[in-house]
């Protein structure tokens, strides 16, 4: 079945600096989304690509949508604490099933 | 890692009928889990938050006699649409909140598709 990995799983960064989360598909996707989670909350839609190659801004993150369509990646620009959570990817396929990554949880200090 | 384990994936039923979904936790204890809804092109909805050995917490708007949730055991929470209507046809995914000490890391998952005719 449909796999869709994403790493890393746990990042720690100094408030200020780049953050990178990665997703990674088995199966050609139809469309991806992102979702936010904050801890001891529930995961919150960010945004969703459709297209190969798409570019997304959203303030200081970035989405991308591979060429292949088979890849993600979500980049934020100087973290700050509010930016701490778990970020999920969520890869549909043509049978429109919804597959989640396995989350990226992001820690800034301060 | 941790798996979460959601039937089935697709059910197709007439209207009237009821229709359960299973939510289990693989290899861990889960003490709450998640059910969401989600239609074509739009995002996660939360509907409740399942609680082991106690009662479901609604999100507003949800009805609870429509939308049955059990969490029986700390592996376990199923969620049955009575008297399912086409209205209902949607995108449903559960999720298991895994506590590894001081960190928490939810596990979704893969979703279930109800269609009722």
């Known amino acids: 079945g449909q796999q869709v990995m994403q790493i890393p799983q746990y990042q720690h960064v100094q408030e200020g600096e780049d953050f990178t989360t990665y997703c990674n598909s088995s199966t050609t996707l139809s469309n991806i989304q992102w979702y936010k989670q904050r801890p001891g909350g529930h995961p919150v839609f960010l945004i969703q690509l459709v297209k190969s190659g798409e570019v997304k801004k959203q303030k200081r993150l970035t989405f991308q949508f591979g060429e292949a369509k088979k890849n993600s990646s979500l980049h934020i620009t100087a973290t700050q604490t509010t930016d701490v959570g778990t970020y999920f990817c969520a890869g549909r396929n043509a049978g429109n099933m919804l597959t989640f990554g396995g989350g990226t949880r992001l820690m800034v200090k301060p | 890692g941790a798996v979460v384990s959601q039937h089935p994936s697709w059910v197709i039923c007439k209207s009237g009928t009821s229709v359960k979904i299973e939510c289990r936790s693989l290899?861990?204890?889960?003490?709450?889990m998640f059910w969401y809804r989600q239609f074509p092109k739009q995002s996660l909805m939360l509907m409740a938050t399942s609680n082991e050995g106690s009662k479901a917490t609604y999100e507003q708007g949800v009805e609870k006699d429509k939308f049955l949730i059990n969490h029986a055991s700390l592996t376990l929470s199923t969620l049955t649409v009575t008297s399912a209507h086409p209205e209902d046809s949607s995108f449903y995914i559960c999720s298991a909140r895994d506590l590894q000490g001081a960190n928490e890391k939810l596990f979704f998952g893969s979703g279930t598709q109800l269609s009722v005719l």
């Open positions: 290899d861990f204890q889960a003490t709450t």
